[in-house]
């Protein structure tokens, strides 16, 4: 059981709570936690509000170290912890990206309602669980060669699109076009490019996930028609991230920078907190490989849109084009990346950590594409199996306050132990299903860590970052049919 936290939480307002910068010694800057009065009994069972107090530390941390509604504990970071540091003066962390680098979520809208594909739904989803590699260690369907993995590792999702694996529109609504310039294959170890190798094209374990969903509700039709999303549409969801290459990656890094820290004389109050001068060697290889590892991200999600289109013109003899089968967007919960924000009065140039949130870029970003620049970025909150997903949209205020972040998910309250334990005997599958929605998972106790009860509320973290502004709702969808590794 975790110890529960007893530290300071001033209410600023009814959506935002802060840690004052005195409260621990050689803390840079406050921080401060975005929730309500409810929230707070979950925020506090958990030590992540001291995680968040750790963040504040670290040299060169801009403004205050963050914490969306969805906070829980990671390694370093809290989950849900976003960092801004100063660009020149301040360090890179992995503990700030996390290990499944690049997790982060696709949504695909179509012209189709839930009346022409329920009578198929059993068939599309043993379709997709049969073409898209599901579950730990899965391996791909492709055979890359090392020039192959060279090219996805620097040049993202254009190398797949050169393969005939995609529609030139993808790239467009993907964040960042799918590639962070800087990525180096020199930068990764024998080993991650070993993990990486076979892995492409696959969706993982965990809480990664394929969902066929029903649009529910629209909260902004504008916004809504300028994304082409509408009431009883369907649309796909893909959850997942850069797999065992983005894990090495991760655990690489850690063990170089623990090992330089004393080289550059910083010591955080926490081990896992291990980090180096963005402008060090060891903290620009670091850049060189996470950069390369969220290229990958965006690539295999890439592939896995292409069988999606595959098995759905498959099983409903009709083409993916003649379905409307079109991206909304591609964004990452877990990376850190060079931005330029406001800072009072000055323009800085910093690193933006983001584990577990969401980018939230509002209107008139030139990083936005151009269809959503009156509206700001779709941002893509997705529930579990049983729980709604979320499309919201980046605000204006989510750039000055949040440096253009939001929440990314519900954020676990049960371990998967405790999940397991918890949902001891109950047939999952059988529940789901009573519920209209059908699921098709490979693992033994997937559907047990993974249960809804697993989870904070969603509509609840939702409603908590539309009412701080950090972004608007705009739709809502619910799962009919799930996918599970």
Same mark, same amino acid.
């Given at each position: ?332 919960? @877990? !990376? ?10 000055? =323009?800085? %140039?910093? +690193?933006?950590?983001? /584990? *577990? ?105 939702? @409603? !908590? ?10 739709? =809502?969808? %619910?799962? +009919?049919?799930?996918? /599970? *590794?």
């Amino acid at each position: 059981m975790a110890e529960p936290w007893n530290g300071p939480l001033e209410k600023v307002d009814d959506y935002r709570w802060r840690i004052p910068d005195d409260f621990i010694r050689g803390m840079k800057v406050p921080g401060l936690i975005f929730a309500d009065e409810e929230m707070l009994s979950q925020v506090r069972q958990d030590q992540a509000p001291q995680q968040v107090v750790n963040v504040a530390h670290l040299p060169g941390v801009i403004g205050y170290a963050m914490a969306m509604p969805d906070i829980h504990w990671g390694y370093g970071f809290p989950i849900g912890g976003v960092a801004a540091m100063d660009a020149e003066e301040g360090v890179i962390s992995p503990g700030g990206v996390g290990y499944d680098i690049n997790c982060g979520v696709r949504l695909v809208r179509t012209g189709l309602t839930l009346s022409d594909i329920k009578s198929k739904m059993k068939e599309l989803i043993n379709g997709l669980f049969t073409n898209i590699p599901c579950g730990v260690g899965s391996s791909g369907r492709l055979k890359l060669t090392n020039q192959d993995l060279k090219a996805v590792l620097e040049r993202g999702p254009a190398w797949a699109l050169e393969k005939g694996f995609g529609w030139n529109g993808d790239v467009e609504m993907t964040e960042d076009q799918g590639c962070i310039d800087g990525a180096d294959v020199k930068a990764l170890s024998s080993r991650a490019l070993e993990r990486g190798k076979p892995q492409l094209g696959t969706l993982g374990s965990g809480n990664h996930f394929l969902e066929i969903q029903e649009v529910a509700e629209i909260y902004d039709a504008e916004t809504a028609d300028a994304f082409g999303l509408k009431k009883g549409q369907i649309t796909v969801m893909i959850h997942t991230g850069s797999r065992g290459l983005g894990y090495q990656v991760c655990d690489d890094s850690l063990d170089i920078m623990g090992k330089a820290m004393q080289k550059y004389k910083i010591r955080p109050p926490d081990k896992q907190l291990a980090c180096t001068p963005v402008r060090s060697s060891e903290g620009g290889r670091y850049f060189s490989a996470m950069a390369a590892a969220a290229n990958y991200a965006w690539t295999n999600r890439q592939l896995i849109l292409h069988w999606v289109r595959e098995t759905f013109s498959a099983v409903l003899e009709r083409s993916p084009e003649d379905m409307g089968m079109h991206q909304v967007y591609d964004v990452a919960h @877990n !990376i850190a990346k060079f931005e330029t924000h406001t800072a009072g009065e000055r =323009k800085l %140039r910093v +690193v933006v950590h983001r /584990k *577990g949130a969401t980018r939230a870029f509002g209107p008139n970003h030139p990083d936005v594409p151009g269809a959503y620049q009156k509206t700001g970025q779709p941002v893509l909150i997705p529930g579990d199996m049983g729980t709604a997903s979320y499309v919201l949209a980046g605000t204006e205020q989510a750039m000055t306050e949040s440096f253009g972040s939001t929440c990314h998910g519900a954020g676990r309250v049960m371990s998967r132990h405790a999940a397991i334990r918890a949902t001891r005997g109950r047939a999952l599958a059988r529940e789901l299903e009573d519920q209209g929605i059908f699921v098709q998972s490979r693992g033994r106790n997937t559907l047990q860590e993974e249960a809804p009860e697993a989870y904070k509320d969603i509509h609840h973290v939702v @409603n !908590i970052v539309h009412n701080a502004g950090l972004s608007r709702r705009v739709a =809502k969808m %619910r799962p +009919v049919g799930v996918v /599970k *590794g």
